[in-house]
């Protein structure tokens, strides 16, 4: 059964610092992954897809990666920005069942 | 391009009840997907729609259901409500769904909150 794991689940650090999010799955037949941002109360906004067969996608600040076969992928933030703070998902289309199955989030806190 | 909308935004009934929540995707998505959001299990899928057809649902009772139109708005149904059901609804919509899903465009939700 896939599982999807994000470490830490909560982070706080000074605005301007480059900073990396980690997102761990258990199975490696995915056929992709994505990086949501949560505001508290409100819906998801997706932030980056990168489907199974590649490695990295990038969008301004943000840069996510992906290793198939270690079950891991992060996003990198970049220059980090008081509106940085979010929670920030990471979500997996699983490869066996084509069910979507998220982590919990990290809960990130960007400090003025 | 209008979002995703999905209404009511906030309800409260008493257990036992039975509650229907609706979502209208973003014109000419036709894959529509439900979650539940809880402080405690997090987000867990409930079900997807494409084209009036439910294509995968996930491991909730049959207390749960769902149905797509043919304008793709869908709704959910929850019925013989549970306290334990209290919780944030999201709907998303994609231009594709099951395993060639793009990009899920997520709505505001809707808040439950059982008695």
């Known amino acids: 059964k896939q599982e999807v794991t994000q470490i830490p689940a909560a982070l706080s650090v000074p605005e301007g610092e480059n900073l990396v999010l980690n997102c761990s799955f258990t199975d490696s037949a995915i056929y992709n992954l994505q990086w949501f941002r949560q505001d508290p109360g409100k819906g998801l906004t997706s932030l980056l897809l990168?489907?199974?067969?590649?490695r990295e996608q990038t969008s301004g600040r943000l840069n996510a990666s992906l290793d198939k076969s270690s079950g891991r992928s992060t996003l990198y933030i970049a220059a980090s920005q008081p509106g940085d703070s979010a929670t920030y998902l990471c979500a997996v289309v699983d490869g066996r069942d084509d069910k979507i199955i998220f982590g919990k989030g990290t809960r990130l806190h960007i400090l003025p | 391009k209008a979002g995703v909308t999905q209404t009511p935004r906030y309800l409260i009934k008493t257990r036992g009840q039975q509650v229907t929540l609706s979502c209208s995707p973003i014109?000419?998505?036709?894959?529509v997907s439900w979650y539940q959001q809880t402080p405690g299990q997090g987000l867990q899928f409930l079900f997807e729609?494409?084209?009036?057809?439910?294509?995968n649902k996930g491991n909730f009772p049959g207390r749960f259901s769902g149905r797509q139109f043919s304008n793709s708005r869908s709704e959910m149904n929850v019925s013989t409500l549970e306290l334990g059901d209290s919780a944030l609804y999201l709907c998303?919509?994609?231009?594709?769904?099951?395993?060639?899903?793009?990009?899920?465009?997520f709505g505001a939700g809707t808040r439950l909150s059982v008695l």
């Open positions: 990168i489907q199974s067969s590649q």
């Open positions: 998303a919509s994609s231009s594709s769904g099951g395993r060639t899903k793009n990009i899920q465009y």
């Open positions: 729609y494409f084209s009036e057809t439910q294509r």
């Open positions: 014109s000419g998505h036709r894959s």
